[in-house]
């Protein structure tokens, strides 16, 4: 059974930072491609950043410079460093898993910033 269990999330003030976790389970980790995607409320749900199965990383370009992403294949987690929070980067967090496309997805984790 595939899992993808997301950690990490919370409510903190603008300029802070968070680093969310999401651990894989029941899927071969180190060949898949890993994602990061946010939904807020009355949204649709847009990628944040995306690292290939061989640590390419892609972002969002309005999060270029802020967020990093990372994983740990020793480990089947996946990371997401987020610095310098705003307001606008609340909203609930999904992790994402696949080989082409998305094929799998976490439940989320809130991220609340406020100003």
């Known amino acids: 059974q595939v899992q993808l269990v997301e950690s990490g999330g919370g409510v903190v003030q603008a300029g802070e930072s968070l680093r969310l976790s999401c651990a894989g389970s029941g899927f071969t980790f180190r060949t898949h491609g890993m994602g990061w995607f946010r939904q807020a409320p009355g949204k649709q749900r847009d990628l944040v950043a995306r690292i290939t199965s061989g640590g390419t990383a892609q972002y969002a370009d309005s999060m270029k410079g802020r967020f990093t992403i990372s994983r740990d294949n020793s480990k089947n987690t996946v990371y997401l460093q987020m610095n310098n929070l705003k307001p606008e980067d609340t909203a609930t967090y999904y992790c994402?898993?696949?080989?082409?496309?998305?094929?799998?997805w976490g439940q989320g984790t809130q991220v609340s910033v406020s100003s």
């Open positions: 994402a898993a696949g080989l082409w496309g998305w094929s799998y």
